[in-house]
């Protein structure tokens, strides 16, 4: 079954860090890009990060870069996203999301990261 499914959400205080992570499963995984996307209450779905087929490029949105990292692990069909000095404007629904083919863009169904004291 084609499939994204992502962990690693909770509760954090401003400061803080979490871990997410999102496991890959029914395509091969090496053969594209990964994204992570977020969506806070009320707003729209926004492009946080992404990072190319092998690791060797990642590209974020302003308010990410410095303190979110992107990785991958092909082995493990994993993409990985390490925020940091996390701040209540943080707070979100995170989805990740690859697109397989020109108009067949597959969405996991998100973790929920709440950074409040």
């Known amino acids: 079954q084609v499939q994204l499914v992502e962990s690693g959400g909770g509760l954090v205080q401003p400061g803080g860090s979490l871990r997410l992570s999102c496991a890959a499963a029914g395509f091969t995984f090496g053969s594209y890009a990964m994204s992570w996307y977020r969506q806070a209450l009320g707003k729209e779905r926004e492009l946080v990060a992404t990072i190319g087929r092998t690791g060797s490029w990642t590209k974020y949105v302003d308010s990410a870069e410095g303190r979110f990292t992107i990785s991958r692990d092909n082995s493990k069909g994993t993409v990985y996203l390490q925020m940091n000095s996390l701040k209540p404007e943080d707070t979100a629904v995170y989805y990740c999301?690859?697109?397989?083919?020109?108009?067949?863009?597959?969405w996991g169904k998100g973790t929920l990261v709440t950074v409040s004291s």
């Open positions: 999301y690859v697109r397989l083919l020109p108009g067949m863009d597959l």
